[in-house]
């Protein structure tokens, strides 16, 4: 059993003395574990980095063993990250988040190429922040959690105020259509409704939407484990730079 694919690196832990076992997303297999031999090694070290595009060859025995992995490095993304702790930070909620949600070997070439953009996006600190909020928005999407901001849950489409979000159904409400009810309702920010750019004050808001989603929908289908604590550090460094 063996083929060949480009994929992001997600984890990496040692195996033995010299080996690593790796895990990896990539567009065709998802999310898939092998062993690399010298995965350890002074050579192999260097390039097995979270984020790391790497081109890979897995070959098993039989198709359920772990296999191993032969890699190239494609690109390294350390260099964007490592002196900037907000982008360590969102590189590491990316990758947990991953590796928390995503079920094993099972192809989600959409998502997989939203991750490639948005970790090729963070050594521009201006633009990433908002496009992994849109990434968490294309994870919910992807596992079937998504939310309806399309159109008011209330009013339909005619209404032009969408402000909020349904805990319940994640569906979008207008000012006027949610009335007396607004205060049971969540925050919708503008920066979800287009394309274009938002204070982090904006964006803040946007990580307390998709977390109650994240928790509530998601991590319970999973049998209520926690977020991945890398999840929270990363939005509470984010916070700290919004209330500046």
Same mark, same amino acid.
Request: charged share 20%; proline share 4%; glycine share 12%.
């Given at each position: +059993?063996?083929?060949?694919?480009? !994929?992001?690196?997600l984890s990496v832990r040692r195996h033995g003395e010299a080996a690593a076992i790796i895990e990896v997303l990539t567009p065709?297999?998802?999310?898939?574990?092998?062993?690399?031999?010298?995965?350890a090694s002074r050579k192999l070290a260097p390039i097995l980095q979270p984020g790391a595009q790497l081109d890979l060859a897995w070959r098993a025995r039989l198709e359920d063993h772990i296999g191993t992995f032969t890699v190239e490095p494609v690109r /390294?993304? $350390?260099?964007?990250? +490592?002196?900037?702790?907000? $982008?360590?930070?969102?590189?590491n909620a990316v990758t947990s988040?991953?590796?928390?949600?995503?079920? #094993?070997? #099972?192809?989600?070439?959409p998502l997989y190429a939203r991750t490639e953009t948005? +970790?090729?996006? +963070?050594?521009? /600190?201006?633009?990433?922040?908002? $496009?992994?909020?849109r990434w968490e928005l294309a994870l919910l999407e992807e596992l079937g959690y998504g939310l309806d901001l399309s159109a008011c849950a209330v009013m339909g489409a005619r209404a032009n105020d969408l402000s909020?979000? /349904? &805990?319940?159904?994640?569906r979008a409400v207008s000012r006027t259509g949610a009335g007396e009810w607004a205060d049971r309702l969540l925050p919708l920010p503008p920066c979800l409704l287009g394309n274009g750019t $938002? &204070?982090?004050?904006?964006?803040?808001?946007?990580?307390?939407?998709? !977390?109650?989603?994240?928790r509530n929908r998601l991590a319970h289908e999973l049998g209520g484990k926690p977020l991945p604590e890398a999840r929270a550090r990363f939005v509470e460094r984010f916070s700290a730079r919004a209330a500046i």
């Open positions: +059993m063996e083929w060949r694919d480009q !994929g992001i690196l065709a297999h998802g999310r898939h574990a092998g062993v690399v031999r010298g995965g /390294s993304r $350390a260099v964007h990250v +490592m002196n900037d702790r907000l $982008a360590l930070a969102g590189l988040l991953l590796l928390f949600s995503l079920p #094993e070997r #099972e192809a989600h070439a948005l +970790m090729d996006l +963070m050594g521009d /600190s201006d633009i990433w922040p908002l $496009a992994y909020l909020y979000v /349904s &805990p319940r159904t994640g $938002a &204070p982090d004050a904006e964006i803040a808001e946007g990580f307390a939407l998709t !977390g109650h989603f994240l």
